[in-house]
């Protein structure tokens, strides 16, 4: 079982930048393809950026291409969303994601897909 736990929010000025870690606990971290999604107030949870097992597989939601980049290390079981040139919209709630599905390939994007969640680290771009 992996347990997840994110870091790295925090309050930045547009066109800032950030760098969220989610740390995950457990043997089996490179199994598993992993997500960052977010959550704004008063809107549903979305997909933002995944990436394969092994850090081949990148995708991104249209919003974010350009700005954000994921990358895993699995020698230290952490993921990473590097958030560039951010705007009040970015403002919300992310967290990471482990998949469902062990060594499981291409974009998925739906949040049901995703078994284990971290409890989310705070962003909020100011104007």
């Known amino acids: 079982q992996v347990q997840l736990v994110e870091s790295g929010g925090g309050l930045v000025q547009a066109g800032g930048s950030l760098r969220l870690s989610c740390a995950a606990s457990g043997r089996t971290f490179s199994n598993y393809a992993m997500g960052w999604f977010r959550q704004a107030p008063g809107k549903e949870r979305e997909f933002v950026a995944r990436i394969s097992p092994s850090g081949v597989g990148k995708y991104y939601a249209e919003s974010v291409k350009g700005r954000f980049t994921i990358s895993r290390d699995n020698a230290k079981n952490t993921v990473y969303l590097q958030m560039d040139s951010l705007k009040p919209e970015d403002t919300a709630v992310y967290s990471c994601?482990?998949?469902?599905?062990?060594?499981?390939?291409?974009?998925?994007?739906?949040?049901?897909?995703?078994?284990?969640w971290g409890q989310g680290t705070q962003v909020t771009v100011s104007s």
């Open positions: 994601a482990a998949d469902r599905i062990q060594r499981r390939s291409g974009l998925v994007v739906t949040t049901y897909e995703y078994a284990i």
